[in-house]
T-cell receptor, first 110, second 112 residues
Framework: QKEVEQDPGPLSVPEGAIVSLNCTYSNSAFQYFMWYRQYSRKGPELLMYTYSSGNKEDGRFTAQVDKSSKYISLFIRDSQPSDSATYLC??????????FGQGTTLQVKP | SQTIHQWPATLVQPVGSPLSLECTVEGTSNPNLYWYRQAAGRGLQLLFYSVGIGQISSEVPQNLSASRPQDRQFILSSKKLLLSDSGFYLCAWRVDLREKLFFGSGTQLSVL
């Protein structure tokens, strides 16, 4: 079993839709959670960073962490074609090694 | 503000040739530095990380090596490239082990 599982997709939605991206992790020692957006042939860009259960909102993006279920989500409201990219979840225990999910490819159609 | 520079953006090399990719970070001191590789359609694989000058930890045995000759400089090298070394190479940095990780723009390496 991988330490972080993420459905690779692809996920295709119409413009304006609410997008839900999800990851599960296996180790309850993981404490820090991040979401990255990566456009084709570009470096990943940090979108969200959190270290606690609950929701964190930044503009159209909301990160949700449920430590009891070992489940993390990223919600994108009013999705735009410019949101089309690969989204990577990442988590880290206190030791610092960052574990990445495989990434979910999202396509937002105009 | 901190910035990370990685070059070149694209590289095409023949099998058996040497490799040197360079990464520098500006605006911070003693960063933790990382080299990742991303194969097409796959996740990020950690290759090397460094918590200080001359301190290199290897995550995956391979024909690649890394060096940190200066505080904010991280170099990925190979003496003889293999076809399997093709991929997207990313340098990254963070302040310490609990902080956010920031990536460079990446180098697309094709070994032919």
């Amino acid at each position: 079993q991988k330490e972080v599982e993420q459905d690779p997709g692809p996920l295709s939605v119409p413009e304006g839709a609410i997008v839900s991206l999800n990851c599960t992790y296996s180790n309850s020692a993981f404490q820090y959670f991040m979401w990255y957006r990566q456009y084709s042939r570009k470096g990943p860009e940090l979108l969200m960073y959190t270290y606690s259960s609950g929701n964190k909102e930044d503009g159209r993006f909301t990160a949700q962490v449920d430590k009891s279920s070992k489940y993390i989500s990223l919600f994108i409201r009013d999705s735009q074609p410019s949101d089309s990219a690969t989204y990577l979840c990442a988590t880290s225990p206190n030791t610092g090694k960052l574990i990445f999910g495989q990434g979910t490819t999202l396509q937002v159609k105009p | 503000s901190q910035t990370i520079h990685q070059w070149p953006a694209t590289l095409v090399q023949p099998v058996g040739s040497p490799l040197s990719l360079e990464c520098t970070v500006e605006g911070t001191s003693n960063p933790n530095l990382y080299w990742y590789r991303q194969a097409a359609g796959r996740g990020l694989q950690l290759l090397f990380y460094s918590v200080g000058i001359g301190q290199i930890s290897s995550e995956v045995p391979q024909n690649l090596s890394a060096s940190r000759p200066q505080d904010r400089q991280f170099i990925l090298s190979s003496k003889k490239l293999l076809l399997s070394d093709s991929g997207f190479y990313l340098c990254a940095w963070r302040v310490d082990l609990r902080e956010k990780l920031f990536f460079g723009s990446g180098t697309q390496l094709s070994v032919l």
